[in-house]
């Protein structure tokens, strides 16, 4: 038997929850949780309410509750370094130290790594810590992307052309950036396709998960501002509709030269998820970012395909031994689409905007999964908060039928609510699937007139 302590509040834990209960191994879950999800409440022996910054409070209630190991979900608790306290008192984590989980909390550090050590995947960047040299850097690239260095929970990024247009405008935001965090980062625009490429990883061997594309922005055709993630899919073949095999292999091969140079340069073994934004471009596939935990929603699409025992992997992951185990997922479509508050991404002055805190009603979702989010669970029943609600998940031989059992689930939750219709269904994967081709030929033509 293994007594799991589970850090986090999300979907993302109820369905980390939910494969870990399907071990054979009969493991018990304790769930620290910043505020109560009533998902992973039901599948927990017993939940502390806390602080992800409290890690007394983390390291005690594992003492009492004799945790084996811990799975971390979100990466708050990471950055705290809770994974550095928890092994201070020998329990083992899926989940990197702190210093590792630079990865994801220092958008710097892993362009520097990645150029340090020749792994292909870097866009042109440039990394400052003053405003000095700027101005001359955006002369050189047509379009650029500004990002801060640190977490900023998915807010801090800015494309030009999206959310902002002049120099001026990037020169400011430039500034307003190097007052909080010690560096921007300026990336050469990429124009392309985006994918998931969640990977495991015990510091040696890493192994890919199908690849899923996540919908950021909060509106139909993406449109509006950009979110947590308005919800995802993934296919049966265990690529996506707009890339081939190839491009997955491409994003798995750097990220394992990742895995090696991050060991080359600290000593340490990363163990957890090493989950890489890529782009594809006419040129191949990039890499936007590194996460160091499993997406949300990424994690719905493919947890609840995982074949393999979760259990099993984590034991892996903690002793190194992931190259010893065959991880194995289903050969099926998976489509999640997020209930969100009708005023979930809007200004504070809409008319729509006041209601984030509205009661909803979960009737029958039937043949989807259903995994709470930011919920409060009260006497009278199920009110949303000012986040994402509640993940619905459709899983079936194909993308047509599981994004109709998504949607069918959808129409079950009753209130103030939204979600994104567009998500998995067909216009909007031919509209990737044509934006793919549409760069590719602009790529070889421009190659052609070289
Ligand atoms: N170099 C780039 N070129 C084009 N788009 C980018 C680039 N970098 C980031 N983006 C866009 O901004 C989004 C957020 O950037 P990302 O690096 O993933 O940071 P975060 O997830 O921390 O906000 C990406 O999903 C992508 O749409
Ligand atoms: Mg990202």
């Known amino acids: 038997m293994s007594n799991v302590l589970l850090i986090g509040n999300g979907a993302r834990e109820h369905v980390i929850a939910e494969a870990i209960l399907r071990s054979r191994h009969n493991p018990v879950i304790f769930s620290y949780m910043k505020s109560n999800n009533p998902g992973i409440a039901a599948l927990s022996e017993k939940i502390l309410i806390g602080d992800y910054n409290d890690l007394k409070g983390i390291k005690k209630f594992s003492r009492d509750c004799n945790i084996d190991f811990a799975v971390i979900g ?28 630079l990865l994801e909390t220092s958008k710097s550090f892993t362009r520097r790594l990645i150029q340090k050590y020749n792994i292909p995947g870097n866009p042109i960047f440039k990394i400052f810590s003053s405003m000095e040299g700027i101005d001359d850097f955006l002369g050189e690239l047509e379009e650029i992307v500004i990002k801060p260095d640190g977490l900023t929970g998915g ?10 247009h002049t120099k001026d405008e990037a020169l400011q935001y430039c500034r307003e950036i190097l007052e909080e965090h010690p560096y ?36 139909i055709d993406d449109k509006g501002p950009n979110t947590g993630g308005m919800g995802s899919y993934s296919c049966e073949d265990h690529s996506l509709p707009f890339m081939n095999l190839d491009d997955v292999a491409e994003g798995l091969k ?23 934004g890529f782009i594809i471009t006419k040129d191949g596939v990039r890499l936007l970012e590194y996460n160091a935990r499993f997406g949300d929603p990424e994690a719905m699409n493919i947890l609840p395909l995982l074949k393999t025992d979760f259990i099993d992997i984590c034991n892996a992951i903690i002793e190194g031994t992931l190259n010893n185990l065959n991880i194995e997922f289903e050969k099926k479509a998976t489509v999640c689409k997020y209930i969100v508050p009708k005023g979930y991404g809007l200004p504070e002055d809409h008319p729509d905007a006041k209601s984030t805190s509205d009661k909803i009603e979960v009737d029958n979702v039937k043949d989807a999964k259903l995994y709470y989010s930011s919920v409060d669970n ?14 619905v998940v459709g ?40 934006h793919m081709k549409e760069i590719k030929e602009a790529g070889r033509v421009k190659k052609n007139a070289k």
Request: proline fraction near 5%.
């Open 395 to 434: 899983i079936a031989e194909d993308l047509e039928k599981a994004e109709r059992i998504a949607e069918r689930a959808v129409s079950s939750i009753k209130g103030s609510v939204d979600h994104r219709p567009d998500i998995g269904t067909k216009p909007l994967i031919e509209k990737r699937i044509n």
């Open 184 to 219: 921007v980062i300026i990336d050469e625009k990429l124009e392309g396709e985006e994918f998931s490429l969640q990977c495991l990883c015990d510091g040696k061997t890493v192994i890919a998960t199908p690849p899923v594309q996540d919908h950021k922005r909060r509106f």
């Open 155 to 164: 807010k801090g990024v800015r494309v030009q052309g999206d959310h902002f």
């Open 254 to 276: 750097i990220t394992q030269k990742v895995a090696e140079a991050i060991h080359k340069e600290t000593g340490e073994y990363y163990r957890g998820v090493m989950y890489g």
């Open 378 to 391: 009260r006497e009278d029943g199920l009110y949303m908060t000012t986040s994402r609600a509640i993940g």
């Open 74 to 101: 979100p990466e708050d608790p990471l950055n705290n370094g809770v994974v550095d306290s928890l092994e201070e008192i020998d329990i083992p984590c899926v989940g990197p130290t702190k210093s590792l989980s």
